[in-house]
């Protein structure tokens, strides 16, 4: 009697491989077409369904003066994605004794940070971690002398008038500060820490010190100006800042490195470090935070934004679905890293340049591009 069971199986895969083909083939159309819609230079994009890449594709330029095309081993000045990679240092300290989370910021940094409208309320690192702290930018926050006391005249106008841990202002000093308490507490320098506790454990190429990267992997960034309508190379986004380290203060330079939004990584590796997070804290077998610190730090703490502690989570992002993850721009860069760790599919999307449009606060490009790989590949 003939069998029909090798035919059968046969024509399944065939069929699979017919609907991956489609998928594909309408994925990259879709990409196409939003970067023709938003001038995009270059975009690069990852997909992780059940834990495994299924998805990783460059589409564009690496640079719009050389002509170069963008290919998957790029790397990418991420901007404040890059929050969650200091934000993950902190919580393996608290993990090992070192710190608490309710400790007092003015102690860990060794000079007084108190808002002066409430100088009797600690400012918890905590607070500082959720954007709660009532700190805000407008000294700058590319160096401590800026909300020192001892450094700036105008240190109080790093204050708003409210409470600490009572409201939420989005504010980089933050996690420079953050960049500062993870050196003073495990005695590495920042970008050393993070390289020896996350991205070589996870075996992830990237970091936050320039010179330790190849520059011909770097994606050029460019900003868009909007009176000529043409986009440019940032040369500053790569700055190794030789001169500065030069000179370097464990606990006080930490702003050199940008712990705010200096990681440089690919789009591939970043969906691998985000599938760690998606897995409450473990990736093939590595475990780089526990599944209680995993879960604080993807617990929302102001109720509107829905802000935890460097992870956001996010009913707008793709319709129906309660994203978790963070957005990033800067010197013409847009990144996305959201995941749903109860389906376990993950998206990160990138570009090094694009004419800037915003949705409910998310970069056009980024919506598109996410919304795009959700319905061809997870819908």
């Known amino acids: 009697m003939t069998s029909f069971k090798p035919f059968f199986a046969i024509a399944l895969f065939s069929c699979m491989s017919l609907s991956v083909f489609a998928q594909n083939e309408k994925a990259v159309s879709d990409i196409k077409e939003i970067m023709r819609k938003y001038e995009v230079v270059g975009l690069s994009v990852a997909l992780v369904k ?10 564009g330029l690496k640079d719009n003066v050389s002509n170069e095309p963008l290919n998957n081993d790029h790397i990418f000045r991420i901007a404040s994605i890059s929050k969650s990679f200091s934000a993950t240092s902190i919580m393996q300290l608290v993990e090992k004794g070192k710190l608490k989370l309710d400790d007092d910021i003015s102690d860990l940094v060794g000079f007084p940070v108190r808002n002066p409208n409430f100088p009797d309320q600690k400012i918890t690192l905590k607070m500082m971690m959720s954007h709660t702290s009532s700190l805000n930018d407008s000294q700058g926050y590319f160096t401590f002398d800026a909300i020192n006391p001892e450094k700036n005249p105008d240190w109080r106008k790093c204050f708003n008038k409210y409470a600490p841990g009572t409201n939420y202002e989005y504010c980089n000093l933050n996690y420079n500060m953050i960049g500062a308490v993870i050196e003073k507490y495990s005695g590495e320098r920042f970008d050393n820490y993070v390289k020896n506790h996350i991205l070589n454990p996870l075996g992830l190429y990237g970091g936050y010190n320039v010179d330790s990267l190849e520059a011909n992997r770097f994606a050029t960034l460019h900003s868009y100006d909007s009176a000529t309508k043409t986009l440019s190379p940032s040369p500053l986004a790569y700055s190794a800042k030789r001169e500065e380290r030069l000179n370097y203060k464990m606990g006080y330079s930490t702003p050199i490195f940008s712990p705010t939004g200096g990681m440089k990584i690919s789009a ?3 969906a691998k470090y985000m599938t760690m997070h998606m897995n409450f804290g473990k990736y093939k077998g590595v475990r780089i935070i526990s599944k209680k610190s995993a879960k604080i730090m993807q617990t929302k703490i102001s109720e509107e934004e829905g802000y935890g502690l460097a992870i956001a989570n996010r009913e707008d992002v793709i319709t129906g679905k309660m994203m978790t993850g963070h957005t990033g721009s800067a010197y013409g860069l ?46």
């Open 50 to 59: 059940k834990g495994e890449i299924v998805y990783n594709q460059s589409f």
């Open 268 to 270: 591939s590796d970043l």
């Open 334 to 379: 847009y990144s996305a890293m959201f995941f749903n760790p109860k389906e376990k599919f993950g998206i990160v999307v990138i570009t090094n340049g694009c004419n800037p449009n915003y949705t409910n606060g998310i970069n056009d490009v980024l919506r598109a591009g996410l919304n795009s790989l959700y319905d061809n590949f997870i819908k």
